[in-house]
């Protein structure tokens, strides 16, 4: 499989490091080579924040990601800041929620989602996330179907185990949403 | 034990201690490398083990000395800032010849400098971090797997040549996960300390553990003893990595998460036919000389790539003995350079050479 170079990207406590982690556990339990890179310091509590996912089958030289395959943004100062860095023919998936404008770029697939609007009305807000990362599945198909489950059992801390129902839940609704 | 798991380098490091012996932690939080302590204050407690959360780090490395001058595995870890602040205890270590890990998770300097990655400690960690002649062995991993096995390896080589050993890391190689098979429990110190003070049982002469030595000829004596240690450790340990050296013609030398940016920027240039290959030290001190001696004998030309203003050029200089031109490729402040910077400086000197 092509390997898959993923920026997500929005403001802290949107859960990017969270959605990152499901897809890099999915990648280590495909036996892929995997690295997942976080921003770190006063951006995590509040500011723009970000995460770097690698998955391939070749080793992985840098973590850091210059040039995306996938972008998923959750903010309008991350879609500045990332839509020229995508591949040519790279996907791009905006929370159309949270940022008004359209994507410039002529030479991606772009992907519009309220995802922020349909958490609040599944009684899921915060799963944002997830519903993104459902689309980001059944466009990429970078991790399979079937390992997406245990990936969320393997990232989901034990003490919030009862969320893993709701989080599969989010994810579908992501992949079922058409724009 | 030989399952893949999930972790970030910090909680690796921390992990591989503890599955190498380590009962005793000393730290004081900082930025990039507060998980280190994190991970110790959760599982120390269970397995009977020491977390202490010092009041300063300077108390923290005075805490490693204590338990090291009993023979057993101690360590603390910080981040550049607070490495300089150990740095009087890890020379006393040093002049008592007594083993100990300390881990540097580098941020940019100097100064308070800012949180971001960054290699500027090279000097400071190489060439004795703290007054008096001395080395620490330093290591520097470049993958969360690495800083697992390099953790072991670290602590291992500073009790068979009681002397500190720091491992050498950075802001990025300890934020990040990657998959990482931990290896088995061990004892990296081994049983037989002699020199250890435990108590005699009024069986044998008291060892005593004292850097002080007020008469000259016996403190000139010590640190000679020291460094004819240290040319076997030169001669015996130092660890790299060759990476498409057979036919290269430039040699790129970089080590930490800049060897894993160098990476892409050599598969793309062989792309482009340029031959290009690389040596990763994996080892700053003792510094693998002898590889760098033997491919100047091949390449063209070098290129340091790093993250300070060309600290390791230096000792590559040296290494060759200048025989072949060495260039830098730089960022500093937190600041890392891209796969395409790396590519361009590549690429200007494989046009400056045809």
Redesign the interface.
């Known amino acids: 499989m092509a390997e898959s170079s993923v920026i997500i990207a929005g403001f802290g406590g949107q859960g990017l490091l969270f959605a990152g982690?499901v897809l890099?556990?999915g990648g280590?339990l495909e036996e892929r080579?995997?690295?997942?890179?976080?921003s770190?310091?006063p951006e995590m509590r509040g500011g723009t924040a970000n995460c770097n996912v690698i998955l391939s089958d070749d080793p992985?030289?840098?973590?850091?990601v210059?040039h995306p395959s996938v972008l998923i943004v959750m903010n309008a100062p991350s879609l500045d800041k990332y839509e020229s860095t995508v591949i040519p023919g790279g996907k791009i998936f905006v929370d159309s929620t949270l940022i008004n404008r359209k994507v410039e770029r002529e030479d991606v697939d772009v992907f519009y989602i309220p995802a922020t609007q349909m958490a609040s009305d599944m009684n899921a807000a915060g799963l944002a996330n997830m519903i993104l990362l459902g689309a980001v599945l059944r466009e990429t198909a970078c991790i399979k179907d079937e390992t997406l489950p245990d990936a969320l059992h393997?990232v989901i801390p034990a003490r919030k185990a009862d969320l893993f129902d709701v989080n599969m839940k989010a994810v579908q609704a992501g992949r079922d949403y058409k724009e | 034990m030989s399952e893949k798991v999930m972790m970030k380098g910090n909680e690796a490091i921390a992990e591989a201690a503890i599955l190498a012996g380590l009962r005793h932690y000393f730290g004081y939080p900082i930025t990039p490398q507060t998980e280190v302590a994190a991970y110790m204050a959760k599982k120390m407690p269970k397995i009977g083990g020491t977390f202490l959360q010092a009041e300063s780090e300077i108390a923290a490395i005075n805490m490693v000395y204590g338990v090291a001058a009993t023979g057993k595995p101690a360590m603390t870890s910080s981040s550049s800032p607070g490495i300089a602040l150990k740095c009087e205890g890890i020379s006393y270590l040093a002049g008592c010849d007594l083993p100990a890990l300390i881990v540097n998770v580098q941020r940019g300097g100097p100064g308070l400098g800012g949180i971001q990655p960054s290699q500027s400690d090279y000097y400071l960690a190489t060439r004795g971090p703290g007054h008096g002649d001395f080395h620490v062995l330093v290591f520097a991993p470049a993958s969360v797997q690495e800083m697992a096995d390099l953790t072991g390896r670290a602590m291992h080589l500073a009790w068979k040549y009681r002397m500190p050993a720091m491992l050498l890391a950075d802001g990025t190689l300890g934020q990040m996960m990657e998959p990482v098979v931990l290896p088995e429990p061990s004892n990296a110190y081994g049983e037989d300390n002699p020199w250890a003070t435990t108590g005699t049982q009024m069986k044998r002469p008291h060892n005593i553990v004292n850097s002080l030595e007020l008469a000259p000829e016996t403190l000139e004596k010590n640190n000679i003893a020291r460094f004819e240690r240290y040319r076997k450790i030169e001669e015996t340990e130092p660890l790299w990595e060759e990476y498409l050296m057979d036919d290269a013609e430039i040699c790129i030398v970089s080590y930490g998460i800049t060897a894993r940016i160098s990476r892409n920027a050599i598969v793309e240039a062989r792309k482009q036919g340029i031959k290009v290959g690389m040596i990763r030290p994996i080892t700053l001190w003792p510094f693998p000389k002898e590889p760098l001696a033997a491919a100047a004998d091949k390449v063209r030309s070098f290129l340091c790539v790093e993250i300070n203003m060309g600290q390791m050029k230096d000792d590559l200089e040296l290494a060759i003995k200048c025989r072949k031109p060495v260039d830098l490729c730089y960022r500093v402040g937190g600041m890392i350079p891209t796969p395409d910077e790396v590519l361009e400086h590549i690429k200007k000197l494989a046009e400056g050479e045809e």
């Open positions: 982690k890099a556990y280590l080579q995997v690295s997942w890179l976080p770190y310091g992985i030289g840098s973590p850091i210059t393997h």
